[in-house]
């Protein structure tokens, strides 16, 4: 396996399309805390350029210190950067998908790095609109649903097997509408760092509880000069209202919502996602 060094410990990482002389392709994961294996469909663009991949700190094949304070915004900026240090990407498309997006928001904003492009996969600019969203999304679910749900949160009893069977609807209408869903999500589930997630989002999808609950770029997105793609699914819990506004707010930026997909639009519908990630690769 091969790892970087990187404040807290060490990060797995590994390159596909090695052969390939252009500019390679960094793919963030979303969570906090959820593995790479949920982009494996993005191994297909592959045959233009190396994609990378990497686990984030505390999740995944990389180390879990299992140190609270290391799961911060700020950390995971650094960690990204030194990233792209060790493995010398001067040149750079970068990707995130969810929070990966948002991290990456973050770099662009407090690094200025040089970037050939940059794509937001399902990535909200502000996590107080993003639980709005998720609210209204939450009240479309069967009334049972709804009751569950909140009074299992109230209680704090999230971890209990009712309250995970209880948000399974939303996540398979608004997170993955595939079935079965895909041996890398599945995978993801199974190795995720839970203690990042807990502590930056909270419980679930909806219920934003942690530290990201007031994170917001929104105002500063008109700071990115990189060439932006925002790209979502029609059924996406980060809605394409949110990702609309972020296209008025980033200058040049192009906003693409493909049909019959949610927040895994890459994996829901790869053809169509692939094409319009080369073509504005290329």
Known sequence: MSYIEVPGGRVWYKITGEQHDATPL???HGGPGFTHNYLEALEALADRRPVIFY????CGNSDRP???SLWTVDRFVEELAQVRAA????ELHLFGSSWGGMLAMQYV???GPALRSLTLCGSPASMPRWVADCA???ALQPADVQATISEHEASGFTACPEYQAAILGFYREHVCRLDPWP???ERSFAQAGYDVYNTMNGPSEFAVTGTLKTWDVMDRLGEIYVPTLLVGGRYDECRPSQLAEM???IPGSRLEIIEEASHLCFAEQPAEFMTLVNDFLS
């Open 26 to 28: 960094l793919c963030l």
């Open 55 to 58: 686990d984030q700190l505390g």
């Open 66 to 68: 299992g140190d609270p």
């Open 87 to 90: 493995l010398g990407l001067d």
């Open 109 to 111: 904003l407090d690094r």
């Open 136 to 138: 209204e999304l939450l």
């Open 183 to 185: 041996a890398g999500l």
């Open 247 to 249: 296209r008025r707010r």
